[in-house]
């Protein structure tokens, strides 16, 4: 049981570069998110998804799409990376109900020059 | 909007002494209020959670917080901090069905002197 696995865990990227940061869960959560980390800020919630094929926006979301096609995948793709974009990304997920907290992976750090 | 404080960024200790984070949150309806502690480099881990009942919750490594709807706060307590307690500690408001989606505070970092 891996719980929630995120890769890469470093990527430099140029300006204008697209890549996508994958999320992966085996504990058939209903709910996950993405959520980026930078200092001073806390962290921002970017999308989330409560079930397969059903996505919205959270806090910060220009510059960011997600789909989920199944339970257990959530990535995130940078369609034209900027250096505001430089952060560290967590995915989370969350069991369905009250009273579930949310889990969260390692976290990919993500440096645009 | 809602929005979470955490009034102190850095707060520094001596091992053994006892230790309060403060919280507040602005929020209409009743909130689910959670703390998460995150050591360098690493992931965030669920210290304690508050959703309803008693406002006095017991947590992981020893930690308590209190809910006082009044002072729409939660404060995040321990009576004797170790060493090993030196870290960042978030506290955060959850929302949507469950408390899906979450808004944190922007943390306080720890130092435990020796």
């Known amino acids: 049981n891996a719980g929630v696995t995120q890769t890469p865990k470093f990527q430099v990227l140029k300006t204008g570069q697209s890549m996508t940061l994958q999320c992966a869960q085996d504990?058939?959560?209903?709910?996950m998110s993405w959520y980026r980390q930078d200092p001073g800020m806390g962290l921002r919630l970017i999308h989330y998804?409560?079930?397969?094929?059903?996505?919205d926006q959270g806090e910060v979301p220009n510059g960011y799409n997600v789909s989920r096609s199944t339970t257990e995948d959530f990535p995130l793709r940078l369609l034209s990376a900027a250096p505001s974009q430089t952060s560290v990304y967590f995915c989370?997920?969350?069991?369905?109900?009250?009273?579930?907290?949310?889990?969260f992976g390692p976290g990919t750090r993500l440096t645009v020059t | 909007a809602q929005s979470v404080t955490q009034p102190d960024i850095h707060i520094t200790v001596s091992e053994g002494a006892s230790l309060e984070l403060r919280c507040n949150y602005s929020?209409?309806?009743?909130?689910?209020l959670f703390w998460y502690v995150q050591s360098p480099g690493q992931g965030l881990q669920l210290l304690l959670k508050?959703?309803?009942?008693?406002?006095l919750v017991q947590g992981i490594k020893g930690f308590e917080a209190e809910f006082k709807r009044s002072q729409s706060s939660f404060n995040l307590r321990k009576p004797s901090v170790h060493w090993s307690d030196a870290a960042e500690y978030f506290c955060a408001v959850g929302l949507g069905g469950g408390g899906n989606k979450l808004t944190f505070g922007t943390g306080t970092q720890l130092k435990v002197e020796l």
């Open positions: 998804s409560v079930g397969a094929g059903i996505t």
């Open positions: 929020y209409g309806a009743t909130p689910y």
């Open positions: 989370a997920t969350r069991g369905q109900g009250k009273g579930y907290e949310q889990y």
């Open positions: 504990m058939n959560h209903e709910y």
């Open positions: 508050y959703f309803s009942g008693d406002t």
